[in-house]
């Protein structure tokens, strides 16, 4: 990959980053191509030529099932034959529309289209939220964006916000010290392009909708979220007379075509014919020769993982210094950290950046308690009560926070060692949202358990200069886990992929 003239281009003899161009991007079972002067096409698999195996067979046609419709939501009480063919239709359509991910067990998984898929971690039916939540959560999105936006162009603020964090944190450092880069050559980025999404969950104390954190680097779960909301709805349409749900409350999702658009806009804006989208992945590399980029998408890039070496590294500094669109830039993407969630979060900073009241009054709204660890009373009470409290670091990717008996040890040894270090963590308000039976679907077997749920809400934001071509609400996801898991990622173990159902 080398840059000519301000322009990225891709090359064979690159070995950094992996890079895939999204001119021919291959899933697992799918291929999604993309074309700038034809409709995106989705080619699926056919149908398994067996059936799927589960511990218990479908309901044979001459079977009975109670009649009697389960309390709303109470679906630990939905009769048994009933909910072995809900599971059994649930993993038939997971198997048609491409609701799967690669078996790791399986060893050749990933390597041969095909081979070793199972769905994705599941919840069989979507739990309830309350609707006035949900259009809160929508209509903050496109302010979210805007926020982000402007955020982005206040270098001095986002140095000095994340001056300590860096003497504590590598990895932020050396974003750090890219984004220095960049002001000190005074590369601007005309054209600014973010896929964003922030997460929810609603406290069931206070009755607020109350924000987890702001992601604005590999927004993933785009497609998945729409794949979920299908098969909710089509669930609902043949069972929800004798469960007593309505389809048309599960909110439709359109997140994958509005991410795509946001992508084909931004290739659009930059007015080359023959330039391709580039994404950054976690896989092995597939390389275009001599072709200009004019998107630069990364899916990877979020954790230290991604720069095993200083190739990496200066393959970041080469897409930020080229005239290629990125989502996000190098500014977006530090307006993601946990730290600068914590310091909008302080009184009279969002007025900094958004001069409308009532969208101040929206932002702040939604915010949880957020603190830094200089704060020697929040620190104080989080070791006595560690049980409120979440303490955070500068990472992106789940797995990564710190809860209850290890919040406590951690801030105490913090406090021991007498250096910045703390500066690398925040502190957090825990939320507690209501909790609700759910079914949970994995590896074709279910199992019940009380969960709860956590909204994520993208968000597509486009802009030329002065011109927003696009700011707006774009679809959803959902993730839910058992009440008691700390952790919510769905692919580690932790969580399932679902949707909501409003009241």
């Known amino acids: 990959m080398s840059g000519r003239s301000g322009c990225l281009f891709c090359s064979p003899s690159f070995t950094g980053i992996k890079i895939q161009p999204l001119s021919s991007y ?35 046609e001459d079977d009975t099932v109670s009649s009697a419709a389960p309390s709303l939501f109470d679906y630990h009480s939905i009769d048994q034959k009933l909910l072995q063919n809900i599971v059994y239709d649930a993993l038939v359509w997971s198997t048609l529309n491409c609701l799967l991910v690669g078996d790791k ?8 289209p095909g081979v070793g898929l199972v769905h994705l971690p599941l919840c069989l039916l979507p739990g309830p939220f309350p609707e006035s939540h949900w259009k809160q959560a929508c209509e903050l999105a496109p302010i ?23 003497n504590a944190d590598e990895f932020t450092s050396r974003l750090l010290d890219i984004h220095s880069r960049m002001l000190q050559i005074n590369k601007t980025e005309d054209i600014r ?12 104390k206070t009755k607020s909708l109350l924000q987890i954190e702001m992601n604005t680097i590999s927004t993933s779960f785009a497609l998945i979220g729409c794949l979920m909301t299908g098969l909710h709805k089509s669930l609902i349409s043949q069972y929800g007379n004798i469960l007593g749900l309505d ?21 659009s804006e930059y ?5 391709a989208i580039l994404v950054v992945v976690q896989v092995e590399e ?12 990364f899916r990877a890039g979020y954790t230290p993982k991604d720069y095993p070496s200083e190739s990496e590294w200066r393959a970041r500094l080469l897409m930020e210094q080229s005239s290629a669109i990125k989502c996000p830039s190098i500014s977006y993407h530090l307006v993601g950290t946990k730290k600068i969630q914590q310091e909008l979060a302080k009184p009279g900073v969002l007025e900094r950046f958004v001069e ?5 009054a929206k932002l702040r709204a939604c915010f949880a308690g957020l603190w830094s660890l200089e704060d020697s009373d929040i620190v104080k009470n989080a070791i006595e009560n560690p049980e409120l409290f979440v303490m955070k670091p500068q990472r992106e990717g789940g797995g990564n926070n710190i809860y209850g008996n290890d919040l406590k040890e951690s801030l105490l040894k913090l406090q021991e060692a007498g250096s910045e270090e703390d500066a690398a963590y925040i502190l957090m308000q825990r939320i507690f949202p209501a909790t609700f039976p759910a079914i949970l679907v994995r590896d074709g077997n279910w199992s019940t358990g009380h969960v709860i749920a956590e909204a994520g809400i993208f968000g597509t934001y486009l802009r030329n200069k002065d011109k927003i071509i696009i700011n707006k609400e774009s679809g959803y996801m959902v993730r839910t886990k058992v009440s008691s898991s700390y952790e919510g990622g769905v692919l580690p173990g932790f969580g399932v992929v679902d949707t909501v159902y409003l009241t």
């Not at 291959?26 to 700038?36: A, L, R």
């Not at 067990?105 to 041969?112: A, I, L």
């Not at 392009?193 to 069931?204: F, N």
């Open 286 to 297: 597939r390389n275009m020769d001599g072709q200009p980029i004019s998107v630069v998408y």
């Open 105 to 112: 067990s399986v060893q050749r998984s990933g390597t041969v």
């Open 26 to 60: 291959t899933f697992p079972s799918f291929s999604f191509t993309f074309s700038p002067h034809q409709k995106h096409s989705l080619s699926f698999p056919k149908l398994m030529s067996q059936p799927l195996s589960l511990n218990s067979a479908p309901l044979a």
């Open 144 to 166: 979210f964006n805007e926020l982000v936006d402007r955020v982005s162009l206040d270098g001095k603020f986002l140095q000095e916000s994340l001056s300590r964090t860096k």
């Open 193 to 204: 392009l973010a896929i964003m999404r922030s997460d929810y969950m609603v406290d069931d």
């Open 247 to 267: 389809s048309n409350r599960v909110p439709a999702n359109n997140a994958v075509d509005q991410s795509a658009e946001a992508l084909a806009k931004g290739w």
């Open 356 to 360: 409308n009241k009532d969208h101040v």
């Open 271 to 275: 007015n080359n014919p023959r330039a």
